[in-house]
């Protein structure tokens, strides 16, 4: 069925820059009434919205990521990606990619972001 696999993970300094992506299986992302998202989860914090990109293209972001994160997509390879340039330490977290169709929600298991010097 539906599988959601992120990657790109990993220890960065203040500044830098990561680069994650989501591979989807078990579904073909030109569907029209598609959402994918990336979300974050800091320790002892709740998940939150980073950014969403629609089936027809639009984005929106949450405030903390305008103007440093950009979400894409790629339908021929079945990929969502966040590049996350600027990062801070407060961007620390585990993110997830989520895919929200009319049948279903699904959600990646998560990979580590950790901006520190």
């Known amino acids: 069925q539906v599988q959601l696999v992120e990657s790109g993970g990993g220890l960065v300094q203040p500044g830098g820059s990561l680069r994650l992506s989501c591979a989807a299986s078990?579904?073909?992302?030109?569907?029209?009434?598609?959402?994918l998202s990336w979300y974050r989860q800091a320790p002892g914090k709740e998940r939150e919205l980073v950014a969403v990109?629609?089936?027809?293209?639009?984005?929106n972001y949450a405030d903390f990521a305008k103007g440093r994160f950009a979400i894409s997509r790629d339908n021929a390879k079945n990929t969502v990606s966040l590049q996350m340039n600027s990062l801070k330490p407060e961007d620390t977290a585990v993110y997830y990619c989520?895919?929200?169709?009319?049948?279903?929600?699904?959600w990646g298991q998560g990979t580590q972001v950790t901006v520190s010097s």
């Open positions: 078990g579904i073909i992302f030109s569907i029209n009434d598609m959402y």
């Open positions: 989520n895919l929200k169709v009319s049948w279903g929600d699904y």
């Open positions: 990109i629609t089936g027809g293209g639009l984005t």
